[in-house]
């Protein structure tokens, strides 16, 4: 079973960032 993570943030740099290192983790789903 995965997390599902919506990332939130009016800084679109960030949450490029963000969701490059959760996509690395196998237990992580970005899903917005």
Known sequence: MS???L????HK???QGL???L???PDME???
């Not at 990332?7 to 009016?10: I, K, P, R, V």
């Open 3 to 5: 997390v599902k993570i």
């Open 23 to 25: 996509e690395k983790e």
């Open 7 to 10: 990332l939130a943030d009016d």
């Open 19 to 21: 969701r490059s290192l």
């Open 13 to 15: 740099i960030t949450r």
């Open 30 to 32: 970005v899903v917005a």
